[in-house]
């Protein structure tokens, strides 16, 4: 069975420090993993995802399968980035279709001025 | 393109009572999936329908059943509701899957803004 991990239910920090949401997980198959973002009367929406290796809003995240993380960063916090973020690891769902995801419990970002 | 979107914004019930959630999908998507969120939890995933069939189903009882159209809306139905099935409920459309090289990989799913169950 599959799980994920945030271990931080909250974490503040001041604008322009550095910020490292964590994010473990298990899961027999190759992962995907995703970071999803609620922004305060927001629907949720996807922040990054790991197979696209991309930098969305300053964020990025690496999977490392060898610790089973796939912890988000930006080097300078925003006050804008206070939100609640969510890991959350795509298996299949089953037949011919994909994409079951199994979130973590949400870590909520504050930035202070 | 249209966003998905669901119906109706917030919902009260008693004990017992049925209820019948909606979501109509994203343009030119045919998947639809179903997510409980209790308060302070993460999403979690109750089943999820193409082409009109279930495809893969998470811990939840008979009593959570659903229904998808042709033209790809879905309907999440609670019988018998209990105390602990306030939460709010989302659905994410999306394609079954994208191929990246040689493999097929989830695709994104896109979030509704939810229906809020209260049951009383």
């Known amino acids: 069975a599959q799980r994920v991990t945030q271990p931080e239910k909250l974490l503040s920090v001041f604008k322009g420090a550095p910020v490292e949401l964590k994010c473990n997980y298990s899961?027999?198959?190759?992962?995907?993993l995703f970071w999803y973002v609620q922004y305060s009367r927001q629907r949720l929406q996807l922040l990054l995802r790991?197979?696209s290796r991309e930098s969305i809003k300053g964020f990025t995240a690496d999977l490392n399968k060898g610790e089973t993380s796939f912890h988000l960063k930006k080097p300078f916090a925003q006050e804008e980035d206070s939100a609640m973020y969510y890991c959350a690891l795509s298996s299949n769902a089953g037949g011919t279709s994909y994409g079951k995801l199994t979130f973590g419990q949400g870590t909520i970002l504050t930035v202070h001025p | 393109e249209t966003g998905v979107t669901q119906s109706p914004t917030h919902l009260i019930k008693t004990r017992g009572q049925q209820v019948t959630l909606r979501c109509s999908s994203q343009s030119g998507h045919n998947t639809v999936s179903w997510y409980q969120q209790a308060l302070g939890q993460g999403p979690q995933f109750i089943f999820q329908y193409y082409r009109e069939e279930e495809n893969g189903r998470g811990n939840f009882p008979p009593r959570f059943s659903g229904l998808q159209f042709p033209n790809y809306s879905s309907e999440l139905n609670v019988n018998a509701l209990e105390l602990d099935d306030s939460a709010l409920y989302l659905c994410?459309?999306?394609?079954?899957?994208?191929?990246?090289?040689?493999?097929?990989?989830?695709?994104?799913?896109?979030f509704g803004p939810g229906t809020r169950l209260t049951v009383l």
């Open positions: 994410a459309s999306s394609t079954p899957w994208v191929r990246t090289g040689n493999r097929d990989r989830a695709d994104t799913q896109y």
């Open positions: 899961y027999s198959g190759s992962p995907e």
């Open positions: 790991h197979i």
